[in-house]
């Protein structure tokens, strides 16, 4: 079965940094591309940014200098470093699995993530 599992969720202040993490099994992950999207209340789940197979990065405008995104192919985790967090990021974070060509893609679970003084 493929599992795709984020962490590092949480509640974080204004100008604070988290990292999420998110692990997948099942798949060869070395061949993925991983996308990070959120979904704040009210609003339409958005692409944040992704990081292609050989390891190349794109953000949406708005996170552009603060967030990071990064993989491990050795141990099957692509990361969002997240830092100088605003109110606007609070959202639930969910990273994709992007597959290629037929290949299907896997959604993770989510993980809240509250900035908040």
């Known amino acids: 079965q493929v599992q795709v599992v984020e962490s590092g969720g949480g509640l974080v202040q204004p100008g604070g940094s988290l990292r999420l993490s998110c692990a997948a099994s099942?798949?060869?992950?070395?061949?993925?591309?991983m996308g990070w999207y959120r979904q704040a209340p009210g609003k339409q789940r958005e692409l944040v940014g992704a990081?292609?197979?050989?390891?190349?990065?794109n953000y949406v405008d708005s996170v552009k200098g603060r967030f990071t995104i990064s993989r491990d192919n050795a141990k099957n985790t692509t990361y969002l470093q997240m830092n100088s967090l605003k109110p606007e990021d609070t959202a639930v974070y969910y990273c994709?699995?992007?597959?290629?060509?037929?290949?299907?893609?896997?959604w993770g679970q989510g993980a809240q993530v509250t900035v908040s003084s």
């Open positions: 994709h699995a992007e597959g290629r060509g037929h290949l299907r893609g896997y």
């Open positions: 099942g798949i060869i992950f070395s061949i993925y591309g």
């Open positions: 990081i292609t197979s050989d390891g190349s990065t």
